[in-house]
């Protein structure tokens, strides 16, 4: 475990434990523990079946550990109530997932400003960000189009926008790349780490694209439910 001093710590998980099933059970975490650093563009890395995306969940509020410490944004989600835990989610983190969650029925400005309706912000406000946040992504002149007008990588950068919208603490990506060809994939991870840098927001990415390594701050190999390396790549 890394020794940063706590209050430096976007996420603090440790000795993570989590089981799936009824009759049959399948422990998918077994003592599984990390830390994410203020400012820090972290990839949790390994093969399908290992946890990762079961981490992300816990780290998201989506679910809960059987058992260990989980802090996030100083908050310690296991101590929470689940009416907190959503407020949680809708005001300190953004999700972008793989398969980018648009509505189709809704242009690209409308999905953003969508993202959006769970935060107590004045409807000009929410016009304001849409805006601003799909000009970051270089997809102001695009706005008016519909999910099924743009291409696989035009949607995930409407998605980004959208989580960077919401201007959380902490932005979580489940396979961000994984329905983008290998030139496109380059290219929104590339976009969505310069944004994530320059705004000052911490990330966590889950994956098994081995392209995302090459742009991490730094890589958490994970395997059948445990941490298996920690290393740096700057």
């Known amino acids: 475990m890394n020794t940063a001093q706590t209050k430096d710590l976007a996420v603090e998980a440790r000795d993570l434990v989590k089981s799936y099933g009824g009759e049959v059970v399948t422990e998918v975490l077994k003592g599984f523990s990390f830390i994410a650093n203020q400012g820090e563009f972290l990839t949790i890395f390994g093969p399908s079946g290992s946890g990762k995306t079961t981490v992300l969940n816990l780290v998201g509020a989506l679910d809960l550990p059987d058992s260990g410490l989980l802090k996030v944004c100083g ?19 953004g999700f972008i997932f793989q398969f980018y969650n648009l509505l189709p029925t809704l242009t690209a400005l409308e999905n953003v400003e969508a993202g959006l309706e769970v935060l107590p912000l004045e409807r000009r406000e929410i016009r304001r960000r849409a805006d601003h946040y799909l000009d970051r992504v270089k997809m102001a002149d695009k706005k008016r189009k519909y ?19 919401k201007e959380p603490k902490l932005i979580l990506a489940d396979e961000p790349t994984g329905n983008l060809d290998h030139r496109t994939a380059d290219m929104v991870t590339s976009l969505m780490k310069d944004l994530i840098r320059d705004i000052g927001l911490t990330c966590i990415v ?25 290393e740096h790549t700057y």
């Open 206 to 230: 889950v994956s098994h694209n081995p392209g995302i390594k090459d742009i991490s701050d730094r890589v958490i190999y994970i395997a059948e439910g445990m941490a298996s390396t920690d």
């Open 147 to 165: 999910p099924a007008q743009l291409s696989g990588g035009e949607q995930q950068r409407v998605a980004i926008a959208r989580a960077l919208a």
């Open 75 to 93: 908050q310690e989600l296991t101590r929470m109530r689940k009416s907190d835990l959503t407020s949680f989610r809708a005001e300190k983190l």
